[in-house]
């Protein structure tokens, strides 16, 4: 009787490792602001002292701190606002994308085109219309073209989620609006010139709560297109909006750090106190 031999299949090949199943590094995060031992005075005041931190681009960077801690003065110190303060210097530097901001040949004009400003009040211009208050900084940098004009006003104004309640009163002073409103078309003013970042100091500490929370949603919008840089007294505000928290405290840099983290897991007693309410 003959025996049969049994033949064994190769094995199969390895099913190769689908691409998704590779390990993916993400790109790092480009820096939109490298600020390095910054110092600024106006006169005798130190007012900011040896801050050194890195602001990603496309986040929403939060600073807080107490009053009269140099919150304010570092914010315009990106777009060297604080220039316009008498007997104002500084030392140190800041690189927006990789270039100095303070370089001799740069035009301070230039970099507040290409970093705009929210401030706390909001201070639509009183003579201009609602539309005019949109494009007065094409208007300045002179721009004629009424159709452009007309379609950057509509795109700003629909950006800061206040298109829909003004669409028909755009030819009716900017003042007329409510608080909120107000601070919107401030903002949709900031974002007509398209910059490439958004300052706002205290932007929603006049406003009542309902209003708050449309400038807090719209703050998240906006951040898919721009680098924001928010100054906030409000703690719980700094927690619901931000990505980065940074804390100063007599002009010094406590803490910068993610938001989440920083609020639970501060790595400095003092930022604890702070936040914990035991100061400030």
Known sequence: MERTQEITPPPKPAAPVPASAEPVVAPAARNAFEVSNLDVWYGQKHAVQNVTLNIPERTITAIIGPSGCGKSTFLRCLNRMHELVPRSRMTGSILFHGENLYAPQIDPAVIRRRIGMVFQKSNPFPTMSIAENVTVGLRLNGVRNRAFLRDRMEEAL???????????????????????????????????????????????????????????????????????????????????????TAFFYLGKLVEFNDTDQLFTRPRERQTEDYISGRFG
């Open 158 to 244: 629909r950006m800061s989620a206040l298109w829909e309640e003004v669409k028909d009163d755009l030819g009716k002073p900017g003042v007329s609006l409510s608080g909120g409103q107000q601070q919107r078309l401030c903002i949709a003013r900031a974002i007509a010139t398209r910059p490439e970042v958004l300052l706002m100091d205290e932007p929603a500490s006049a406003l009542d709560p309902i209003a708050t929370m449309k400038v807090e949603e719209l703050i998240h919008q906006l951040s898919r297109d721009y680098t924001i840089v928010i100054v906030t007294h409000n703690m719980q505000q700094a927690s619901r909006v931000s990505d980065k």
